[in-house]
């Protein structure tokens, strides 16, 4: 019995990772999944940050000078789709990856092979995307996608095959998103240490546990709405056309009800973040542990009853539009909490200045300023001027950027001694902290006087006098742009250890949390004897 | 604190001398032409300036901490201050002070939103109509790919306006130009509307999603196909308003614009009977059997051709990327008429449907596109039109 039992450790210990490429495609390790889910979102987002420089090149100037409208269009929308799909989400989901089972102190995620499938659908989804891009550029394609992310019909219905492209891409995201959760919600369920219980979990782990929640809850609409689409594109079903008795505010409904929670699910993550960042670099616990939990709910449940704000101008009852204004005010409720809890955290604490705490104090304050705009937007009289103009534009770059690019930007720099067991250059972070903060905030704080002033959205092409701005917006956009060079060269620096320091296990002076009880870097296996806690939360060694 | 008081009035006059200097640049609504505009404008700069406020206080209470709470001066961390009574309760706290400041906004948002929301329903001139909320007259607003069509229904006026070329700089466009100030922003035909009358329009759309937005009437409205919405507004100063389309509709999108000229009412009657001059001029002529002459359908084509076609296929007839392909020398446009006249009457893909034409039109159109740019095919007569549809 006991010959068996040590036959068994043994043969667990040796065997180490696999060579070659066989250890990535058939990996099951939470670590190498969670690292090929950071990469590809990496590439994604240099992939959408071009789309996003095409976009800013060609508004720099009045004209056409670079695109033509139709590939415009194409790109605007690929932007979005990329950003979205592609970078953030995957992002969110390698940290949850990698961190997930190390904060709980389980061995991996519960179910490994699924994890494994939820991955490997990404890279068969971005291509069919690019696809869906490339596509009209080939005899025979059709016309581009000049939609926008929305997909509203009877657009829709009119572009060519690269549509049928986009559908099948969105159900293959869809499928990977609702895999993906089902096996953190599992994970978090099953897999905590003794002792971990739900109220002492890390909140980085609540937050994906609402996250993981509210994707199964709102992708299966979104995959309902676009199968619709695709019937009425070829197989003469009339769900959203007009003329045979349908009804194109129907899938608006059905987008938004996906699309709305949709934020949350790019924000709280992110939230996720900042609540492990902040107290660490303020050497003091979460302010409002408990409200802060409330406030994710309470946000998660109110973000799914609120979608129509989307749509005000499409002449809902007076009724239906009071309704949706007043829920959409109170989101600032549990958003305003969760701010309100994060000054808190910092208040009476002592703080130093590190890139994560950098990019944590900066995206408070933006995301205070784009949730204030947002609560503009929710007034619907006074959204009947800013809908669809540029002031929409910014409000959610405002939101997105800082609420969940720059607070995983933040996760990674704090986590990448963990990974990687070197810290990086914390010169090169501070360079790429300041280039992005006075790139992002010159191109889109410009864009709300040029949404005011009445600039539309998604055009190509403008009048005169939406010059000046746009071509300040377009130079920052670049400034902005390029100063993601400085974090690839940061992350690869610090991956190969040039003119880098080793990482203690506890990388920081401040960081809390079993993630910092293994060595750095984290073994291939962590935890494969589940981890003591205490009564109040702490590691036992 | 001294250093952070001097930095921060630094920023201060930073933003106040940038708002001057960026005054003339429109960095607000451009000023209301109705009553319900300016309502609208009132709750815009409340919210603003309650959201500018609640800004500055957080931004204070933030740059206070992060020179204050600081490990370099020696601050060492409160590891209590989240179990004091502060930390226990303010959870109630925040979302009492947040609701007390949405309610205040929602309460000064609603009364705005209940009177203009829904629009009129009666006529003011009906018997029995509820004078408060009445109508005087209608005007539809329909939507195409990629013009705006705009009918009066009771007088029985209908016409098209249409985006009006102009020249800029970094594209060398077309002829006819006014000024580079309104490139993007004129029109062939200028909606005329009269002042200090209740106006109900009637929104909708014939193809795509389309939104009827000019700022200083104070709404927006999307153009849905299928749907009629009804919005209104009384225009209350003399002048001429610009706006475009707000939702995107496909490729040309950025040339939709909108121009709205508000006249006196006597004005307004002078100008509608000479539109229904000029229509029952055009019912006359498609009446009269005339033999239209090939140079004759050359002229009238290129004037169609120019308005209703060169947004796609370009005034030279080159077209534009895969989509809008070329006409010079086009199989199409060289080829039989009977092809060429059903592509243009019942489109296909991207190109739309043009049965809305009168046989003149289309025929003139046709026979421009069959001998411009060095074509030369057959001449298309409006009998054949008539024939074809």
Known sequence: ?541 | MRQAAKIFSLILGVLIISGYAFAEYGLNFPAPATDIGQEIYDVHMFTMIVSTILLLIIFTIIIYSLFKFRKSKGYEADQNFHKSWFGTWSWVMVPAMVLGVDFYIAGEAQGVLDKFWNAPKQNCAREGANKDHCFDMNVKTIGHQWWWEYEFPEQGVNFNGKFYPIKVESRALDKDQTSEELYLRDVDNQLVLPVDTTIRFLNTSVDVLHAWWVPELGFKRDSIPGYIMETWATIEKEGTYRGQCAELCGTWHAKMPIVVKAVSKADFEQWIEGEKAKLLAKLQEANSNKDWTKDELMTKGEQVYNTMCAGCHQVSGLGLGAAFPALKNSPVAMGPAAEHINMVLNGKNTMPAWKQLSDIDLAAVITYERNAWGNSASVVKPADIKAAR
């Open chain 1, 1 to 541: 019995m006991s010959t068996t039992t040590m036959n068994a450790t043994h043969s667990h210990d040796d065997h180490g990772p696999l060579k070659g490429w066989r250890r990535w495609l058939y990996s099951t390790n939470h670590k190498d999944i969670g690292t090929m889910y950071l990469i590809f979102a990496l590439i994604m987002l240099f992939l959408g940050g071009a789309s996003a420089m095409a976009i800013r090149a060609e508004l720099m100037y009045p004209g056409l000078q670079l695109l033509d409208p139709d590939l415009y269009n194409n790109i605007v929308t690929n932007h979005a789709l990329v950003m979205i799909f592609g970078a953030v989400m995957p992002a969110a989901a390698g940290l949850a990856n990698w961190m997930i089972p190390l904060m709980i102190g389980a061995p991996d995620m519960a179910l490994p092979r699924m994890n494994n499938l939820s991955f490997w659908i990404l890279p068969a989804a971005a291509l069919m995307l690019i696809l869906s891009f490339v596509v009209p550029f080939f005899p025979g394609g059709g016309s581009q996608i000049n939609t926008g992310w929305t997909l509203y019909p009877p657009l829709s219905l009119k572009v060519g095959m690269s549509m049928d492209f986009l559908i099948f891409t969105i159900h293959l995201l869809g499928v990977s998103s609702v895999l993906a959760s089902i096996n953190i919600i599992v994970t978090i369920f099953n897999m905590r240490a003794p002792g971990m219980t739900v109220w002492k979990m890390p909140m980085f782990v609540w937050a994906w546990l609402v996250t993981a929640f509210l994707l199964i809850l709102i992708v299966p609409v979104l995959a309902g709405g676009v199968t619709m689409l695709l019937f009425d594109r070829h197989f003469g079903t009339s769900f959203f056309d007009a003329a045979g008795g349908g009804d194109p505010v129907l899938f608006q409904h059905l987008f938004w009800f996906f699309g709305h929670p949709e934020v949350y699910v790019l924000l709280l993550p992110s939230i996720g973040v900042l609540s492990q960042v902040i107290p660490a670099f303020s050497r003091k616990p979460l302010f409002g542990w408990n409200s802060m939990i409330g406030a994710m709910i309470f946000l998660a449940s109110l973000g799914m009853v609120v979608w129509a704000h989307h749509q005000y101008t499409i002449g809902m009852s007076s009724a239906a539009v009071n309704y949706f204004m007043i829920g959409t005010i109170l989101i600032s409720i549990p958003v305003g909490l969760m701010k309100f809890n994060f000054i808190a955290t910092m208040w009476r604490g002592s703080m130093t200045f590190e890139t994560p705490m950098l990019f944590a104090i900066s995206i408070v304050i933006m995301f205070v300023f784009g949730g204030l705009t947002g609560v503009m937007l929710a007034i619907v009289p006074a959204d009947m001027q800013y809908h669809d103009s540029m002031f929409v534009v910014a409000h959610f770059h405002y939101v997105l950027l800082p609420g969940a690019v720059m607070a995983l930007f933040a996760g990674v720099l704090y986590w990448l001694p963990k990974w990687t067991g070197n810290m990086y250059n914390e010169k090169l972070g501070k360079w790429f902290f300041w280039t992005s903060l006075i790139g992002f905030n010159g191109t889109f704080f410009v864009q709300h006087f040029l949404g005011l002033a009445g600039m539309p959205r998604r055009i190509v092409d403008y009048s005169i006098q939406f010059a000046e701005f746009n071509f300040i917006s377009s130079i920052s956009a670049f400034v902005y742009g390029l100063s993601h060079l400085i974090f690839l060269y940061l992350v690869i620096t610090t991956i190969k250890g040039i003119g880098t320091t080793k990482a203690k296990p506890r990388s920081w002076e401040g960081a809390q949390g079993l993630e910092w009880e293994v060595e750095s870097p984290a073994p291939f296996h962590t935890w494969e004897k589940a981890p003591k806690i205490d009564k109040e939360g702490h590691y036992v060694k």
